[in-house]
């Protein structure tokens, strides 16, 4: 469970290499981590559904991504233990508002993608 920001031993800053926010940070905005989150901000999903709306995430990246967010409490997995498996992946409260504020964040991205200086934005990248 997350510890309350006055169980820490220390000032949250994220700045700071021995804050635990540096591994939150890291995880979110992978690039895996950011677009499972966009992924499920409307929804859940199974993992095949996942894997289908994010091109070209491999099922190990998918697979360890999904572990690392529900870790961190942003995502749930529901394993219905049916034969064959189902599992159900969903955002928590906290993953919601992250999602919010990362899809936000990926809109800016699309919506400015010609003023950066990354070449040709009609071409797809390697």
């Known amino acids: ?6 169980a820490l031993p220390f000032p949250a800053d994220v700045m ?6 540096r591994e939150v940070l890291r995880q979110m905005t992978s690039r895996w ?11 859940t999903l199974r993992f095949a559904e996942i894997r289908r ?8 990246m998918l697979s360890e991504t999904l572990g690392n967010l529900v870790r961190l409490g942003l995502v749930t997995r529901r394993d219905h233990g049916e034969v ?19 899809f936000a964040f990926a809109r800016w991205i699309e919506d400015s993608l010609p003023d950066f200086a990354v ?3 009609s ?4």
Do not use: F, K, N, W
């Open 1 to 6: 469970m997350a510890q309350s920001p006055a």
């Open 16 to 21: 700071s290499s021995r804050c635990p926010s």
């Open 33 to 43: 981590g950011l677009l499972v989150l966009i992924a499920l901000r409307d929804e």
């Open 53 to 60: 709306r994010i091109d070209g995430v491999s099922e190990r």
């Open 84 to 102: 064959p498996p189902r599992v159900d992946y969903t955002l928590t409260p906290l993953g919601h508002e992250a999602a919010e504020r990362l």
């Open 119 to 121: 070449g040709d934005p």
């Open 123 to 126: 071409l797809p990248t390697p």
